[in-house]
């Protein structure tokens, strides 16, 4: 065999191990990075909690099971089971009032300078405790404290939600983490926030930690935003009203040639003068305000996805089942393009929102809605990965 064939061979043996180096090296986005999240091994010690063991399921305590209410007759189990829809295994929680208590929490190894993101399905199974809301319910209804579910992994909170329906439906709750450059585990837990002693029990099941990218140099994260937003707005600094600049309307002509002091203004072709939004006032007859997570949109668009009119459904069972609850949705947009076409924009998804649900039997007089258009970013809007946590639709439940 002559040298450059032999070299070129050589050169394609190096070439195919660095590629399978690459593969080897570069984690997989199919492997969920959690043991036992479905909670259907028997294996012990595939996670660890605060709250000890206990098969009935008493305060301070969690069990393992496909059937809460032959544990405790005080629960009741998920509406169609385990979160696949059968009768697999969940974990329940039997919260005591403790603050900071973890639930639930795991390692996963993780890779430098990548993003990951986080899926759990939880909901509220206590069915004998009376509401603790302001709302009237069906005499009989089963129904308890708004259990809120807390993602941590290592100091940083990565996602927030809250089951406000009570109707024993699995909700998701998501975030997504920045492993940042010196990252090699993380230690991911979840947590109960609400402190009442009765009534705020959940189940959880079906968690995950998913590899999505690993990022490019230079790579600066989102600011964070949770899926329970803050309970009133407060506007930024930087949009506070301000007076509007004289320069806005025309052109200046130097020196001051009336009088010291005095400029002759040469005015533009008028034109909407954009101002910056006052901060928006506290309405006392809010009773909370949720971000619903699966309303986002595309850009520019006011359609409803699917995964929104899921959502939707959800909102139109509980109100079917509150009858005098009354909602406000509120648009937003990303800050691409020009701001009065945003609100409109805002405005018209919201409207959509209104009329989804119109149609599936909720009365028009109880849904308000209003769209601040980019007012109010959560997100860094430089960016489409970050911009797009921006377009998105909030929901406010008013007192009656």
């Known amino acids: 065999m002559s040298k450059v064939p032999l070299i070129r061979f050589v050169v394609f043996l190096v070439v195919i191990a660095v590629q399978a180096t690459r593969l080897i090296a570069q984690p ?4 969920n990075l959690i043991r036992n999240g479905d909670f259907e091994s028997t294996r012990k010690n595939t996670f660890f909690s605060e709250y000890r063991e206990d098969e009935s399921c008493s305060p301070g305590s969690y069990v393992v099971t496909s059937n809460i209410a032959m544990n405790n007759p005080e629960m009741i189990n998920p509406e169609y089971g385990d979160h696949t829809g059968g009768d697999g295994a969940f974990l329940v929680c039997n919260s005591d009032g403790y603050k900071g208590r973890k639930i639930w929490c795991s390692n996963a190894k993780v890779v430098p300078n990548a993003r990951y993101e986080f899926t759990a399905y939880f909901c509220n199974v206590y069915a004998l405790l ?3 809301t302001s709302f009237s319910f069906e005499e009989g209804d089963a129904k308890g404290n708004d259990p809120e579910l807390k993602v941590t992994i290592g100091t940083e909170v990565i996602a927030l ?16 983490w920045y492993s940042g450059k010196n990252s090699t585990y993380a230690q991911i837990c979840l947590e109960n926030t609400n402190l009442s002693v009765n009534g705020n029990d959940m189940a959880i099941d079906d968690i995950s930690f998913m590899y999505i990218e690993t990022m490019p140099e230079g790579y600066k994260p989102p600011h964070r935003t949770l899926t329970l937003v803050d309970r009133y707005y407060v506007a930024p600094p930087d949009t506070v009203k301000k007076k509007t600049p004289l320069s806005a309307y025309g052109e200046f002509e130097y020196p001051d040639t009336v009088v010291d002091g005095v400029y002759v203004l040469h005015p533009k072709p008028w034109h909407p003068i954009i101002v910056d939004p006052e901060p928006v006032k506290v309405d006392s007859n809010i009773y909370e305000r949720i971000a619903l997570h699966s309303l986002s949109f595309d850009q520019t668009k006011a359609e409803l996805k699917e995964s929104a009119k899921a959502a939707l459904d959800l909102v139109a069972q509980w109100m079917k089942r509150d009858e005098v609850v009354r909602i406000r949705f509120i648009g937003h947009t990303d800050n691409q393009g020009d701001p009065a076409r945003n609100v409109k924009l805002s405005e018209e998804r919201v409207s959509n929102v209104k009329k989804y649900l119109v149609d599936k039997g909720i ?6 809605t209003v769209g601040y258009g980019g007012a109010f970013p959560i997100a860094d809007n430089s960016r489409e990965d970050s911009r797009k946590l921006n377009r998105r639709v909030e929901m406010e439940i008013l007192s009656k």
């Open 28 to 31: 997989s986005t199919e492997i």
């Open 130 to 132: 009376p509401p603790k």
């Open 161 to 176: 939600e809250k089951d406000i329906y009570h109707l024993f439906r699995w909700i998701k709750v998501t975030g997504t």
């Open 363 to 368: 009365a028009a007089d109880r849904i308000e």
